[in-house]
């Protein structure tokens, strides 16, 4: 006989978890850096149509898959299909995501837990000072190494001990707490500085000709990378629910909730940018050098939380990545939860030692690139997406309507309109930026 599963405690755990799944180092530091780098509104707009059109779509039917198979998402394309299914490559596909994601996640989420102590001792000097002491932390391999290390054993320590428990518990208070503080400094940025204008005209007015077809590449994946799609992580978090609960409802929640902390973290950010006369497009160093600019002025009492809050976000989201790459062979293997979580962490421990030593380059897309900005873009911007247009192939066209219909709970028009766009919508929109992004879609000239 199976055993049963383990399901949240309740619904809101399971909207906490994942919700910390998704909003993390993708919305406070990824979200504003590469919306600096690729000039503001137009990138913006795509992000959120993406949001909207495939994004939203695309968490709907990994719940439903995860939750219908109550099983690791290489098990669950199966389970809902026939054994051997060749669509359990997707999950393998996302397993293989996660561990590279997280080789690098580790040393940024590394750099925030530098910057606890870093804001403990507080900031002083100039605005060039302040900012030089991120690029001696990322040059100083022993430095980012020594966080990496120090950030992969709470992910695999936390993976250990099984995820559901203290996730839960712990998500309760930080969760609103980040919020707060962040709406905190958006409001700062808005009124308190001479940049808020400026950041919300940077954000929100479009301007169509800075938008290039590597920057509708970025918005589509950074749609995966935020919202945790494309790799099974919302498959597994969907198959640790309780049947009954409304799929669509908890997938607004969760979306929508990641976005607008996305938002928030931009308009601070760039109201402080404009405030000091900084440029927008720093790259992966934008929030480590413009917040701790303004930190110099308030204080340890909002940098410290604002980095332990950080740190936090970035460790819900890495123990999600973790817990894919582990799950399969928990269930399938019979493998022990700690052997396994050790294992795969140590692998994905040593692989970040790519990623944490910044001196080390490769010739990437015509110039030389650190591999933490190769891993990123590869997995962002093609394994993301490839996973959700599989996923969403699959249960468009794979997976038996009446399981799907049962899980989402009602035969109304929304259920229809869900079908239409996983079937059509979502993945020629998946595969035109992808070609796109390639330059090989055949009506454009490159
Ligand atoms: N969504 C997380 C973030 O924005 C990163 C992540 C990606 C987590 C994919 C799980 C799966 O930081």
């Not at 894919?324 to 692989?351: H, N, P, Q």
């Not at 996973?387 to 929304?414: H, N, P, Q, Y």
Request: charged share 15%.
């Amino acid at each position: 006989m199976e055993k049963l599963r383990e399901t949240w405690g309740s619904n809101i755990g399971f909207i906490l978890a994942a919700t910390g799944s998704a909003i993390g180092l993708g919305n406070i530091w990824k979200f504003p850096y590469i919306t600096g780098d690729y000039g503001g509104g137009a990138f913006v707009l795509v992000y959120l149509a993406c949001v909207l059109m495939i994004g939203l779509p695309l968490m709907v039917a990994e719940l439903i898959i995860g939750r219908r198979a109550q099983k690791n998402p290489v098990k669950a394309f199966e389970k809902n299909h026939r054994a051997k299914s060749p669509w359990q490559l997707t999950g393998w596909l996302g397993m293989a995501s996660g561990f590279i994601i997280l080789s690098f996640y580790s040393v940024i989420a590394g750099w925030a837990m530098a910057y606890i102590f870093k804001s403990i001792r507080g900031f002083a000097g100039t605005s060039e000072q302040i900012q030089q002491q991120f690029v001696d932390l990322v040059l100083s391999p022993s430095g980012s190494i020594m966080w990496h290390t120090i950030f992969m054993v709470l992910v695999i320590g936390i993976v250990a001990g099984g995820i559901k428990g203290g996730i839960e518990r712990w998500s309760k208070i930080l969760m609103p707490a980040l919020f707060m503080l962040l709406l905190g400094l958006m409001l700062h940025g808005l009124f308190n500085t001479t940049g808020g204008i400026a950041a919300l005209n940077f954000l929100f007015a479009p301007d169509f000709s800075r938008l290039t077809a590597e920057a509708v590449l970025s918005a589509l994946g950074h749609a995966f990378f935020t919202l945790s799609l494309g790799m099974g992580a919302m498959i597994t978090y969907g198959s640790y629910m309780k049947k009954g609960s409304g799929i669509v409802k908890d997938a607004i929640i969760i979306s929508f909730l990641d976005t607008f902390i996305a938002l928030m973290a931009g308009v601070a950010i760039f109201s402080l940018v404009f405030h000091y006369g900084m440029e927008p497009g720093q790259s992966v160093g934008l929030i480590f050098k413009t917040l701790p600019v303004l930190f110099a002025d308030t204080g340890p009492w909002v940098s410290v939380p604002f980095f332990i809050l950080l740190t936090f976000a970035a460790l819900t989201s890495g123990i999600s990545l973790l817990e894919v790459v582990v799950v399969y062979f928990i269930d399938e293997k019979g493998w022990s939860r700690v052997k396994i979580t050790l294992l795969a962490g140590g692998l994905v421990y040593i692989f970040g030692l790519l990623s944490a030593i910044a001196t080390l380059t490769i010739p990437f897309r015509g110039s030389d690139q650190t591999f933490l900005d190769v891993f990123d873009f590869m997995t962002t911007n093609y394994m993301l997406p490839l996973g959700g247009l599989f996923t969403c192939l699959f249960i468009g066209w794979v997976m038996k309507e009446d399981d799907m219909a049962e899980e989402f709970g009602s035969r109304g028009m929304l259920l229809k309109l869900l079908r239409l766009a996983l079937r059509y919508l979502t993945p020629i929109g998946i595969a035109m930026v992808l070609l796109h992004g390639l330059e090989l879609l055949p009506f454009m000239d490159y």
